[in-house]
């Protein structure tokens, strides 16, 4: 009889352990099918970023060329005194340009928490995509509705030694592949800045989040809007696209 408690009691806790390796498996596939559906094989955009403070506001355009997951370039077309501004993700490593001084600049580790051209995104939010598949451990905490859809809500923890900045994140994924929120802690657990999409459109032939907004949780006043006016999908992207030479004289 012992023996028999003992063996229920084992298949139990196997089954237990099964279960949360397959939910497990199943947040991390969420949000690896999330990024994937949004950079997609390849993509070309174009964006407006309004970069708002309580005393004055901003507005950019930029054009944003990705392909995989490991090449983007994203580049400043407007207004004139941002024009040119420009910055290649390529592989882990990332370069600006900057037309006032004529350089490229490769950007260290430690500057990756900055700022990017002045808005609440920082160099890190750029180059994240891979870092949040690859350096994080994923939980489905629990699952929501929006607008008739089911949403997943899914807790992200860096894995020991992982070289991110966040103590965690959590991300709302819609059952569409379409990202509702971003969430990002300090490594002491307390929220610092969140990124809410605001309005879903069919653009480059399927739904995208076309507004999104970024801000700091302890400055209401202050935040940072993206607005998508076009995108494309599966594009044919010339081969020096993502080279540093382009990255300086661009010849998209």
Known sequence: MGVW??????????????????????????IKSAIDYWRDVSSYSVVDMTIHRPDWERTMTIRVWTRGS?????????????????TLLLDNDMWSFT?????????????MNQSWMGSDFSNNDLAKADDLIEQYDHKLLRTESHEGRKVYVIESVP??????????????VREDWIMLE???????N???KKLVTSDIKPMGGKLIAARERMQRVDKPGEWTDVVTHEIKFGVTIGPNTFTLSNLRNPRE
């Open 190 to 192: 307390r929220l610092l």
């Open 5 to 30: 408690k003992t063996s229920i009691v084992a298949t139990a806790l196997l089954l237990i352990a099964k279960s949360a390796g397959a939910a497990e498996a199943s947040a991390a596939q969420i």
């Open 182 to 188: 971003h969430e990002f802690y300090d490594q002491e």
């Open 159 to 172: 894995k020991e030694a992982a070289p991110v900045v966040w103590g965690k994140e959590v991300v709302k």
């Open 99 to 111: 037309p006032k001084i004529n350089r490229v600049i490769k950007i260290p580790s430690s500057m």
């Open 70 to 86: 490991k090449e983007s370039l994203v580049r400043v077309t407007a207004p004139p005194k941002d024009a040119g501004n420009a």
